[in-house]
């Protein structure tokens, strides 16, 4: 793949794929070109998948992980048996959701931990890593932070030119350091998410880059830095602009663009614009790891630019009921606690007190089982759960939730070890200021 541009590498892969499809099925060497052909095609497009739409003359992604799994079989090769099945449950998380896909992942860990070839068990470690987060964040994190461990220590991980392998490594530094994000560990996530985007740039196909200005920009608004996030975001959307077709992190980041644009005075219009183009190129996507929050973005929004109850309000609850409804599917526990928490925040907006303090009540309930989760900050949904609850007059239950959140943001501020940082978290952060005011609450 070195020299060629992205665009070349996939029609490549494609031509590969359809070659070796015409060969004879007794050619010893079928199902493995096979195999490589595949798993390298759905490396380098894994930022533009589509889930349950097949785009048109593209391939359908988790049809073509299941013709690699079968060859898989037919050769009986640990190694490619394991990369195949991880490569399985990564197209069924963005097709079908978090359960199926994690049942294959785990498959993938085990059979490579009992075939002992530290390539495939780095590779299916960091994937399970990256989505046992949206289960348990302390889980994913511990996944990956091995993973680091593998790489750094076994030179046959770092001395390899498999795009494959590369492809992981990127990954999981990436989701590494998004995971110490969500896990309040706000310095060291800044760091390393800075570090990647930088070395991301310099690589020739950059497959990578707009998942890692994704998360480098989620840790500069945590930050307060709202101008940092918005060039980092603008970046995100021109390098995908300039490669073409649609991608669901595109959509994902031109969500986020527009979350902080309606927070400017002038910047409504142009927000309200960006997020209906962000939902309509995740219809078109419908990755289903994605969707639920680009959901919630969109009703964030329109929550934000609504100026009492009429109809943004309405859009902003039919939305946030549908993320209600899909994620019991689909398995997405962050997405589904962010949603029962816009519910409440759209129905305080109506006045109906008692409803919004149920809807609070279920985010909490659901948190308090699971624990932090990615791309969620419990101290937002603590927050918002305690006004719902102050608003309907439990007033002893809104100052403990308001005591919870109050020391999310104490133990998130100790972890920086920058002293501007740590003043811009506290001090630049609109929600962490209404938390330590106990806006809407004690007032």
């Not at 993973?147 to 989701?175: C, F, K, W």
């Not at 219809?283 to 929050?293: F, K, M, S």
């Not at 985010?363 to 089982?369: F, G, M």
Request: aromatic share 4%; with cysteine; charged share 30%.
């Amino acid at each position: 793949m070195e020299g060629l541009s992205f665009t070349e590498a996939e029609r490549h892969c494609e031509e590969v794929i359809k070659a070796v499809r015409d060969l004879p099925e007794q050619e010893e060497s079928r199902d493995r070109r096979l195999i490589q052909a595949v798993e390298l095609l759905l490396s380098l497009t894994e930022v533009r998948w589509r889930g349950q739409h097949q785009p048109a003359g593209g391939p359908d992604i988790d049809v073509l992980a299941a013709e690699a799994e079968s060859a898989a079989g037919r050769r009986g090769t640990p190694a490619l048996a394991i990369r195949t099945t991880l490569l399985r449950g990564k197209t069924l998380l963005a097709t079908q959701g978090l359960v199926p896909s994690l049942d294959k992942l785990r498959t993938a860990v085990a059979l490579a931990e009992e075939h002992g070839d530290p390539v495939p068990l780095f590779v299916a470690r960091v994937e399970y890593g990256r989505q046992v987060s949206k289960r348990r964040l302390a889980d994913g994190l511990a996944q990956l932070r091995e993973a680091e461990r593998m790489y750094a220590s076994d030179p046959r991980l770092g001395g390899t030119g498999d795009p494959v392998l590369q492809h992981a490594r990127n990954l999981g530094e990436i989701q590494l350091g998004i995971t110490l994000f969500d896990s309040g560990h706000v310095s060291e996530a800044l760091t390393r998410l800075t570090r990647c985007a930088q070395r991301l740039r310099q690589e020739s196909l950059k497959a990578e880059l707009p998942i890692a200005l994704n998360y480098l920009a989620q840790v500069h608004v945590g930050l307060g830095s709202h101008r940092e996030a918005e060039e980092i975001l603008r970046e995100a959307l021109d390098f995908e602009a300039g490669r073409g077709g649609d991608s669901g992190w595109h959509a994902y980041n031109t969500a986020l663009l527009a979350a902080l644009l309606v927070q400017q005075p002038a910047g409504r219009g142009k927000a309200l614009e960006l997020i209906a183009d962000a939902w309509a190129e995740t219809e078109r996507t419908w990755l289903a790891n994605l969707v639920p929050i680009v959901r919630n973005l969109y009703a964030e929004v329109l929550v934000a630019a609504a100026d009492g109850p009429g109809d943004l309000l309405d859009e902003a609850d039919r939305l946030a009921v549908a993320t209600c409804v899909e994620t019991q599917r689909s398995g997405m526990i962050r997405s589904e606690i962010a949603a029962h928490v816009l519910r409440s925040r759209i129905l305080l907006l109506r006045g109906d007190t008692a409803a919004a303090r149920d809807q609070a009540r279920q985010a909490v309930s659901i948190l308090n089982d699971v624990g932090d989760m990615p791309a969620l900050r419990t101290e937002e949904v603590l927050y918002h759960s305690a006004v719902a609850q102050a608003a309907a007059g439990a007033q002893e239950e809104a100052h403990a939730l308001l005591e919870r959140a109050r020391h999310e943001i104490t133990r998130k501020a100790d972890l920086i070890d920058d002293d501007l940082l740590r003043d811009r978290f506290l001090t630049q952060v609109s929600l962490n200021r209404d938390i330590r005011r106990g806006e809407g609450i004690d007032q």
